[in-house]
């Protein structure tokens, strides 16, 4: 089967599949599990029988699957326990009978579950309006099922499972609590990285977001500034490994390669390696990442600059303020909420990438920084692997809860 | 467990259409050189047809071409199906498709250290029974690729696990005939005439050496074979096996000294084209460039015996470019030491087709296809010499016979962590700059937190 | 209109200045790129790309066939042209390796032990000696070569054992990898920009929090998980990484963008009878088009991009590679020097996204705005 096919296929299975279940799932709580009637004892009797017994196999079949697997995958770590289902679900189908036991287990579990909400239906007729609240409460869960279960399977589970991991030694057998920590914060490799990250944190949202600020506003009005606007977005489209190349032909100690050498040998000076340069060397490789990013901070800030309210700025020319003044003192202020949009999400990118300085240093010259530093250790080292990833979440952790509290006051 | 196994047979099955289905045979079925009667012994005796067999391994570009040319007459020989996919990050990716289950059957690994790694978490097969004893029979020095063929199992017991293939002698020194003719400058027979040489050729205003230790992700490598051929140089070989097992710590003295007999080239800006910072940037690959150039811009380049490959197209060995081996000191009384390297095949994922490939490589012929295509060197004795491709790959190989201490390249017998990683970076901070005390130092306290 | 630029003459004049300075400073790194993939290998180590519209000066060798060794008043001498096809010409030229220029064209230059040679500048050159010669002379000589552009570069990438074939995985990988996440982040950032439930602000804060996730952790235990359940390294495994790593920036992004939809179109349909089902597909979908176009564009890019999902949840074989694999593993290691091939190896690779990006750039901002601008 061709890969081109079996993709199309996908998209109509992934697409239909989709579409089909959210159809399917709400005409059944409205038509079926819910229906928008009355009821009385008898039938809520009934239906609650129905629950009960669905909610009893569920947790039967749960419960042998988890039986089945103690011998085969769970012995490795309990962690695997936060997929259980998933998991239980694999090990009993594949006692059954392969990929379509499989299939088979996973479609009784989901019929048993649809009908579990009876379970909690009070021993008593119901009215038309508790009906319908039932149903309302049910929804949104219909709604989020299958981003809630990709995203756990995804990334919930390995961050818990990785989290758990990093208390163990290299090999996994021991359990040596915040060693791997304090053996870490020993490590000048790794304080030299965790610095290089501050830095990376520090300096690549404040230029991108700075030079997207400026270029937002020089463009803003200027004939030909859309044209400007697509070349210097442009590097956003290109891949870190396209990019690290562009930049060698920037960077590279040959003069006959390297502009800068080449700048440099016009004066007579003598070549110099740039990515040697110590300490400097991490602000050339973070140029790269601002050359990528400084397209999608000024798409933003050009919008929200468009969104001002023209009065304001009208009102600003009219007592006498020059450009600079409404720039910094009426537009600015404006658009400080996109502007912190757009700074931590950048921020967030930075404690992602390790392919520019994989690509251009491979850490070397003292530009390593936590993921390239995680990735000399990943599965050489398992545990100081891990605990490396737990630092870099820690320090995004003030822009997470920055993030969470904005959200929460929008809610409000 | 057992759904896994079908599933990946499956796509596997799906996704290996027939690489070498309708192969045809590079070398024909007869006549030249080759070792035919046991090949075709070998084919009468298996079948495999509709089997499968997928092997990866470190060889990319022009090499993978090669080999998947000798794996053709595996195919022609038995009828399995084999395909080869080779990866620039070879050693990542087996970790990671090993550790996830989703391993091919046989990997080709250029470190035997990964492969011990591997071996000691359960997730290499031994190879048959049997194989230690033909190797030490049938192998130059075969007792020596043996054990470097033998790592302890999950249970710490030793058992068999390497097939070494392809060999490489590193003690060589290229450098372009012409130049040195016109230079008047002869090919040094002690260590002490070839510092003396590096001294004459700054004197007469050229650079002598051209080093690069850029390599992507493995920087800093080819500076590791030059510490470990000074080891050889100024240290006993039995100090150099008690270093590989850290039995000598890294920073001992005399491992302080090789790196710094290393640095007095590579750290001189008048020994080194392009000058001390440029040999941490410089790629490996480009770096033998400088021996072509007009004006050449170096006269030597120390590297192992695959570097040809990367030389310019059209250059012709022998005339343009030519090797000498790297010398030993005359007082130090060590003897002619050969520093090696070598890839050996390993079971990652045992099947009939998996055994049978490693019963395909004890034949003379699976050496042979390879030799002929040049850039191979092998310990097998029961080869047909007559198949080497060239002169120098038969002088190469002489090297290999004729040293007095074979020794293999230290940073492929460590654990990966070092060998492939710390002792990598320690390198390329020395080069740029940093103490080799400090280094060694550095390099130690890695290996101490894995013990 | 009031604006920085068009008040006063000289501030416009600033401001298109620095713009053209930006553009320019943007540009320049892609431009070398561009310009050294249609370059020979040998002019791009001769000189810099921004010297490609000038002749390079490069030196060469060539061999006087001592065969050819007349013997002309008691000295031997070898004549001929050191252009194999008479065209070129010479500059300077020098009889040793380590002087190639030594002597200009038309020059006789004396070399060791008696040896004379000299080389005109169309390439004629005469070469004597009093002894007898046995082996091939060597002349050197400098000249200059015309700027030479071709499209040499693109097709031996093209030609190159499945590069089409990678070129097909990508997409293979990218649309699915697009289309799924969408439509699953869709109803869920509905749910949590308007359903009432208990949870959801834990929820959305769970959101914000995944999307800090460092990918890397991930990595192996779900391929772990993967192998487990049959799908292994495989198309499958990796549409549904690329929708799991892609779902809270999906959501986020979706969620935002709901939540700023009016309030009165929302409610007065519920008012009207509509459930959330009606609401979501008749009145939030339609109008959430381009916060939706915009992720789709964000995804695809990083999809197509992507180094390291493919390279653990893809079989490390030639014919499952994707073109970033393609051209970090193969071609970086087999042609490591040749900066021609990388250059254009990197151009077909960044081809298609430049076009999604330059065709669909419009709705790209509009997403993006609504969902971060409030």
């Known amino acids: ?412 | 467990m057992k759904l896994s196994l079908y599933t990946s047979a499956a796509i596997i099955a799906l996704s290996s259409s027939s690489a070498f289905a309708d192969g045809h045979l590079a070398f024909g079925s007869e006549g030249g050189d080759f070792s035919w009667d046991s090949y075709n012994a070998f084919a009468e005796a298996t079948d495999l047809s509709g089997q499968s067999l997928t092997i990866t391994g470190a060889w990319t570009g022009n090499e993978k071409e090669k080999v998947e040319k000798v794996m053709a007459y595996f195919n022609a020989a038995t009828g399995a199906d084999v395909t080869y996919s080779g990866s620039d990050s070879f050693e990542q990716d087996i970790v990671v498709s090993a550790r996830s289950g989703s391993a091919p059957n046989l990997a080709a690994f250029p470190q035997p250290g990964l492969a011990a790694d591997m071996a000691s978490q359960g997730l290499l097969t031994p190879l048959a029974d049997g194989t230690a004893d033909w190797v030490a029979n049938n192998f130059a020095a075969g007792q020596s690729w043996v054990d470097l063929g033998t790592y302890a199992d999950k249970d710490g017991a030793d058992q068999m696990y390497g097939f070494f293939y392809r060999v490489d002698v590193k003690s060589l020194v290229w450098y372009a005939p012409e130049a040195f003719d016109e230079g008047g400058y002869d090919i040094p027979e002690t260590m002490e005439e070839l510092k003396a040489l590096t001294d004459q050729i700054v004197e007469d205003g050229g650079t002598p050496w051209c080093i690069g230790l850029g390599s992507g992700a493995a920087t800093g490598w080819p500076a590791t074979d030059w510490v470990e051929d000074m080891m050889l140089r100024t240290t006993s070989p039995e100090d150099y096996d008690a270093w590989v097992a850290n039995e000598m710590k890294f920073d001992d003295p005399k491992v302080i000294a090789a790196i710094e007999e290393f640095g007095a080239f590579a750290r001189n800006d008048a020994y080194v084209d392009g000058g001390a910072a440029a040999v941490a940037s410089t790629d490996f690959r480009d770096s033998p460039a400088g021996l072509f150039a007009i004006p050449p811009k170096c006269y030597m380049h120390r590297q192992a015996s695959f570097i040809p490959a990367f030389f310019p197209e059209g250059t012709e060995m022998g005339e343009d470019v030519d090797f000498f081996y790297f010398p030993a000191y005359a007082d130090k009384d060590l003897g002619k030491p050969v520093l090696g390297a070598g890839a050996l095949f390993a079971i990652t994922n045992p099947s009939d087709a998996a055994n049978a490939f490693i019963e395909f490589m004890k034949l003379p012929i699976a050496h042979e296809l390879w030799m002929t295509q040049g850039g191979f060197l092998t310990a097998h004795a029961g080869v047909n010499l007559a198949t080497y491709a060239d002169d120098s790959s038969r002088a190469q190989g002489e090297i290999l016979q004729n040293a007095t201490t074979f020794r293999f390249d230290a940073s492929d017998l460590m654990p990966g962590e070092i060998g492939a990683g710390a002792f990598w970076t320690g390198m390329v901070d020395y080069v740029t700059g940093a103490d080799a005390a400090d280094v060694a130092k550095g390099i130690q306290d890695r290996w101490d937190a894995i013990q | 209109m009031d604006n920085i630029a068009g008040t006063k003459p000289a501030l416009s004049w600033a401001v298109n200045i620095s713009v053209v300075l930006l553009v320019v400073l943007w540009l320049i790194p892609t431009v070398g790129l561009l310009v050294s993939s249609f370059r020979d290998r040998d002019q791009i180590s001769a000189t810099g790309w921004w010297l490609s519209p000038f002749p390079v000066s490069q030196n060469y060798q060539a061999k006087a066939p001592a065969d050819d060794a007349e013997i002309n008043g008691g000295v031997n001498v070898i004549t001929g042209n050191v252009f194999e096809d008479g065209k070129g010409k010479v500059a300077r030229f020098g009889g040793k390796r380590a002087a190639p220029t030594e002597f200009k064209a038309g020059e006789t230059a004396q070399l060791t032990k008696d040896r004379t040679l000299t080389v005109h500048s169309d390439g004629s050159y005469v070469y004597t000696s009093p002894a007898e010669i046995t082996r091939d002379p060597s002349i050197y000589y400098a000249a200059s070569s015309p700027p030479e552009f071709s499209l040499d570069n693109y097709r031996t990438i093209m030609a190159s054992d499945n590069m089409d074939r990678a070129f097909i995985n990508t997409l293979t990988v990218t649309i699915p990898a697009t289309i799924i996440p969408i439509l699953i982040a869709a109803f869920a950032a509905y749910a949590l920009a308007w359903m009432d439930f208990k949870g959801r602000g834990f929820l959305i804060a769970l959101v914000v929090g995944l999307l800090v996730v460092p990918l890397q952790l991930a990595l192996v235990p779900l391929l772990t998980l993967h192998n487990k359940v049959g799908i292994g390294q495989s198309f499958l495994g990796i549409w549904m990484a690329h929708t799991g790593f892609g779902l809270p920036l999906a959501i986020y992004l979706l969620r935002n963008y709901m939540v700023g939809l009016p309030r009165d179109i929302i409610e007065s349909a519920k008012v009207d009878g509509a459930t959330d089902f009606q609401v979501f597909t008749k009145i939030v979908l339609p109008l959430s088009f381009p916060a939706l176009a915009s992720f789709a564009i964000f995804q695809f890019l990083w999809t197509w991009n992507d180094l390291l999902v493919a390279k653990v949840f893809l079989p490390s074989n030639s014919e499952s590679w994707v073109m970033t694999v393609k051209i970090a593993d193969d071609l970086l290691g087999s042609k490591g020097g040749d900066w021609g091939i990388l250059a254009a190896a990197a151009f077909i690779s960044i081809a298609v996204p430049l076009i999604v990006f330059f065709t669909m750039q419009r709705y790209l901002v509009r997403g993006l705005l609504a969902g971060s601008v409030k």
């Open chain 1, 1 to 412: 089967m061709s890969p081109l096919f079996q993709g199309m296929l996908t998209i109509l299975i992934g697409v239909g599949g989709c579409v089909g279940y959210f159809l399917l799932s709400n005409l059944f709580i409205d038509k079926i599990l819910f229906r928008p009637v009355a009821l009385d004892e008898a039938s809520v009797l009934k239906r609650r029988k129905i629950g009960l017994a669905a909610v009893v196999i569920l947790l039967v079949v749960l419960a042998t699957g988890v039986v089945f697997m103690l011998g085969d995958i769970l012995p490795q770590s309990f962690v695997n326990i936060l997929i259980t289902p998933v998991a239980s679900i694999v090990v009993l189908g594949q006692w059954l009978g392969g990929a379509w036991g499989v299939v088979l287990v996973a479609l009784l579990m989901a019929a048993l579950m649809i009908f579990s909400p009876w379970a909690w239906l009070p021993k008593r007729a119901v009215t038309l309006g508790e009906n319908i609240n039932r149903a309302n409460i049910i929804r949104p869960w219909l709604f989020l099922f299958p981003a809630l279960s990709a995203l756990s399977l995804y990334l919930l589970y390995p961050v818990v499972g990785s989290f758990y991991r990093s208390l163990f030694n290299r090999s996994g057998d021991d359990f040596i609590g915040f060693g791997n920590y304090s053996t870490m914060f020993a490590d000048t490799g790794f304080q030299t990285a965790l610095l290089n990250n501050f830095l990376w944190v520090l300096v690549v949202p404040a230029g991108a977001t700075f030079l997207g600020l400026l270029v937002a506003q020089l463009t803003d009005r200027l004939v030909w500034g859309n044209i400007a606007k697509s070349i210097i977005f442009m590097p956003m489209a290109i891949s870190f490994v396209g990019a690290s190349l562009i930049w060698k032909f920037v960077y590279a100690n040959n003069p006959d390669i390297g502009l800068i050498n080449a700048i440099r040998d016009s004066f007579g000076a003598a070549p110099l390696d740039p990515l040697q340069l110590p300490f400097w060397n991490n602000f050339f490789l973070m140029f790269i990442l601002v050359w990528i990013q400084t397209g999608f901070a000024m798409v933003i800030l050009s919008a929200a600059l468009r969104g001002i309210p023209e009065e304001t700025i009208e009102a600003a020319i009219i007592d006498g303020a020059n450009p600079f003044q409404i720039f910094f003192k009426i537009k600015v202020p404006q658009i400080m909420g996109t502007i912190v949009v757009v700074w931590t999400t950048i921020t967030i990118l930075v404690l992602k990438v390790f392919d520019i300085v994989y690509t251009m240093t491979g850490g070397n010259f003292g530009t390593e920084i936590l993921p390239s530093y995680m990735m000399s250790y990943m599965f050489r080292d398992d545990g100081r692997a891990t605990a490396v990833a737990f630092v870099i979440m820690i320090i995004v952790l003030p822009v997470m809860i920055w993030n969470i509290r904005q959200a929460r006051a929008e809610m409000k």
